[in-house]
């Protein structure tokens, strides 16, 4: 049976649709607006967790509606919430950046899928390279309108690529 890591945000409320949806070993790692620092301790509890599970997918994923990013991108009421701040600042400067690269259109997705790609990238930088090796890493928005999982688009969106004079 596979077993799979989700990172999730609690206040999507997604357990219970995850496991109702990939019907396999499921474990989850939560974090506000997955916002997981990936520290030296954290990481190297990851890995423990892969290792004694034998973890063989990961997903990093957020409701399209998640509570954090709406109010990082609109209002930032919730900024002051212990640890948030690094959180609402790079929500911040990857909306205007969006603005600035992209026709108008839904700058939530890009945005979204901008962010869940760069946790993957950091959690692929930190892991023992052997892990690397036999983990399969992805990210997705769940949109609950429709109540499917879509698969981030790390194709679509790559600012790093992007020079802006």
């Known amino acids: 049976m596979k077993k799979h890591l989700f990172f999730i945000c609690p206040t999507d409320h997604l357990e219970g649709i995850i496991n109702r949806r990939f019907k396999q070993e499921n474990y989850f790692l939560t974090s506000l607006g997955n916002s997981l620092q990936l520290e030296y301790d954290s990481v190297n509890e ?4 892969i290792l004694r599970r034998n973890i063989t997918e990961i997903s990093f994923v957020l409701a399209h509606d ?3 990013v709406l109010d990082a991108l609109h209002h930032a009421e919730l900024a002051r919430v212990s640890g948030m701040g690094n ?8 909306h205007r ?11 939530r997705t890009l945005t979204l899928s901008h962010l869940l790609v760069d946790q993957i990238k950091a959690l692929k930088s ?3 390279y052997q892990l ?12 609950r309108s429709k ?7 790390p194709e679509l969106y790559h600012l790093e690529r992007f020079c802006l004079n």
Do not use: C
């Not at 990851?46 to 967790?49: C, D, G, H």
């Not at 950046?97 to 700058?107: A, E, L, R, S």
């Open 46 to 49: 990851i890995q423990e967790l």
């Open 66 to 68: 998640n509570r954090f």
């Open 87 to 94: 959180f609402y600042h790079s929500m911040s400067k990857l």
């Open 97 to 107: 950046k969006t603005k600035i690269v992209w026709q108008p259109g839904n700058f």
């Open 126 to 128: 930190r892991l023992k």
């Open 132 to 143: 690397n090796d036999r983990i399969q890493m992805d990210a997705k928005i769940y949109d």
């Open 147 to 153: 109540n499917q999982f879509n698969d981030a688009a």
